[in-house]
């Protein structure tokens, strides 16, 4: 499919992780990206070559601890980075919690993109752009929390804000669940 329809992973990847650091968002450094042909000419492997990060954790721990230290001070920073991200018209389709990576750089808080070959590049409603913010499962204190300081960035309204937000996590929520619970009905058919 790649080979004539569009650009494969590792060529999206590459792409894209220099559109982000020319945007000032982080995410390891691409070096390359390697093609495997058959001897018809088809793609048969890809590769994306990047810099090894040596992250401290990632925004699933923030998520399921809420005891995590400097929690408020970490999703407050992730909220800056998704702000950035929707100001580059930046649409990560693949926005779930195991790709960001956090770096503790003394007092701060240093946050890496990964997996980047699913990526839109668009103007980002405010549909948009919290619609990109449900696929991470926010408890509804870390959507006020994020909400507020969404508004201080953006000049939305933190209360429309943290209502679109709940509005979408809790409809994401329920598709996974409903998912999940006709798999295992189907499973006990078959």
């Given amino acids: 499919m790649y080979t004539y329809f569009r650009e494969n992973k590792a060529k999206r990847s590459f792409e894209y992780a220099a559109y982000l650091l020319e945007h000032g968002i982080l995410t390891p450094k691409p070096y390359a990206y390697v093609e495997v042909r058959n001897a018809l000419g088809l793609l048969s492997e890809c590769y994306y070559v990047c810099e090894l990060i040596r992250y401290d954790f990632t925004i699933r721990e923030i998520i399921h601890d809420p005891l995590f230290p400097d929690r408020e001070k970490v999703l407050e920073g992730f909220t800056e980075f ?85 509005k979408k996590t809790n409809s994401f929520k329920k598709k996974i669940y409903r998912k999940k619970y006709l798999k295992r009905k189907l499973k006990g058919i078959f």
């Fill in 82 to 166: 998704s702000f950035k991200l929707h100001e580059a018209d930046v649409n990560f389709l693949d926005h779930s919690p195991g790709n960001t990576l956090i770096v503790k750089d003394g007092d701060h808080y240093k946050f890496y993109l990964i997996d980047l070959n699913r990526m839109k590049f668009q103007k980002m409603s405010l549909e948009d752009r919290m619609n990109n913010l449900k696929k991470l499962w926010f408890s509804k204190d870390m959507i006020r929390l994020i909400s507020k300081k969404y508004e201080q960035l953006s000049g939305l309204s933190a209360t429309e804000l943290s209502a679109e937000l709940l």
